[in-house]
Every structure is written in structure tokens, then in C-alpha cells.
């Protein structure tokens, strides 16, 4: 079994954003945000290491937080954080449904 190290830096990636959210501009919505789901896909990222075929978790949350940011970075038109997350969400989609195929 190989480790997703994709899907864990995707989660650490989450986490960190969250986290300098709350440290730059005092959002307790960003930090929690962040640990929900850089928490949900981290645990994605492990049961894909697990079982590559077992995307639901991962696919869950990376589609919620494309489409959040996705949305944020159409009204706002700012591309950080909003464009960088939803571009690597999305990305992180387009991954999964490759695995699945695969």
C-alpha cells in the first residue's frame, strides 16, 4: 500500500491556510474551517492509502471547499486565498475521479 502523500499535503496545505487566517487577520471562521477540513482530508488521505478506490471522504470535502472558494473568489476576485484554494480543490477533484478510474 503507498502512502498518499498528494492527498496529506492537500490536507497540510488546508491546515496551514486555516491557521494563517486566524494568525494574520484574527478569523476564528478561517482556523475552523482549516481544521474541519484539513481534518476531513487528512482522514481521506489515509483511507486512500488504505484503499485507493476509497475516495468518498477526500472527494467530499475537496468538492465542498472548491466549490466554497469557488464561489468566494467569484464575488471577490482575489486570488489569495480564495483563487489558490479553489484551483487546488478543483485540481484535487480531477485527481480523485482519476484514481477511481484507474
Do not use: C
Amino acid at each position: 500500500m503507498a502512502v498518499d502523500w498528494i492527498g496529506f499535503g492537500y490536507a497540510a496545505t488546508i491546515l496551514f491556510g486555516g491557521f494563517m487566517g486566524y494568525k494574520r487577520k484574527g478569523s476564528v471562521m478561517s482556523l475552523m474551517a482549516g481544521l474541519v477540513f484539513g481534518g476531513l482530508s487528512a482522514y481521506g488521505a489515509f483511507n486512500i492509502s488504505s484503499d485507493p478506490k476509497d475516495i468518498k471522504i477526500s472527494l467530499m470535502a475537496s468538492g465542498a471547499l472548491a466549490v466554497v472558494m469557488g464561489l468566494r473568489y467569484k464575488k471577490s476576485g482575489k486570488l489569495m486565498p480564495a483563487g489558490i484554494m479553489s484551483g487546488l480543490s478543483f485540481l484535487m477533484v480531477f485527481r480523485l475521479l482519476l484514481l477511481v478510474m484507474m
